[in-house]
């Protein structure tokens, strides 16, 4: 499956890509490279994994598997997302106001939501898009609901989206998560900025050591 990006909407029924309904809609996976590709150390492209996994997705991520043991993860050609996402995810319908909201996010000290309606994913927000809001909808802000207020574009990848990619995917649009979504179109997990600061940290870590 490729990378999507759905725009800023009001949360009214799911707002996953239409892919899962068989249309495919604001698909981003074929954006210009900065940089030119090194033949030496050629990437797997999501678009590509694709094809491949029509004919074994699970068989070739067992290849893959083997083939990768011996390299650090950050070094990894083709990363998968799953291997760094979080499948912590917290919800709240789109009824709830923005006081619980920070409310949620305080209680369990993260920076992300998945807004549903209807039991459907209906956008993800952020901390520092909540503060703004606050900032700009001053007076009985704390008391609006979800409902009534026009949500942030958001990303959403599957579990074997490449996670190189999606990181450059993921600054194209200045947006720090992705919301991992699996075949049956369930969210399972999302990847933030700080999981990769993670990745890269744990390898300078290791470098440092030798």
Not at 67 to 80: H, I, M, N
Not at 146 to 173: G, K, N, W
């Amino acid at each position: 499956m490729s990378i999507f990006v759905s725009e800023p909407g009001r949360p009214v029924g799911t707002r996953l890509p239409e892919a899962f309904r068989a249309r495919r809609v604001g698909d981003v996976t074929e954006l210009t490279e900065s940089h030119a590709i090194n033949p030496g150390r050629s990437e797997a492209t999501d678009a590509e994994f694709q094809a491949a996994a029509n004919a074994g997705r699970y068989r070739a991520l067992q290849e893959y598997g083997a083939a990768a043991a011996g390299e650090r993860r950050e070094q990894r050609p083709y990363l998968p997302v799953s291997e760094i996402a979080s499948p912590a995810l917290y919800r709240l319908p789109a009824t709830a106001t923005i006081s619980e909201a920070l409310s949620v996010m305080d209680e369990h000290q993260v920076h992300h939501l998945v807004i549903t309606a209807d039991e459907n994913v209906a956008g993800l927000i952020d901390l520092r898009w909540l503060l703004a809001w606050l900032h700009e909808n001053q007076g009985d802000a704390m008391s609006q609901t979800f409902v009534h207020i026009e949500l942030p574009a958001f990303l959403t990848a599957s579990p074997e989206t490449d996670a190189h990619q999606l990181a450059r995917l993921m600054l194209a649009h200045q947006l720090n998560a992705a919301l991992v979504v699996d075949e049956r179109g369930v969210a399972s997990g999302i990847v933030t900025s700080t999981d990769y600061l993670r990745l890269y940290a744990n390898a300078g870590r290791h470098e440092g050591t030798v």
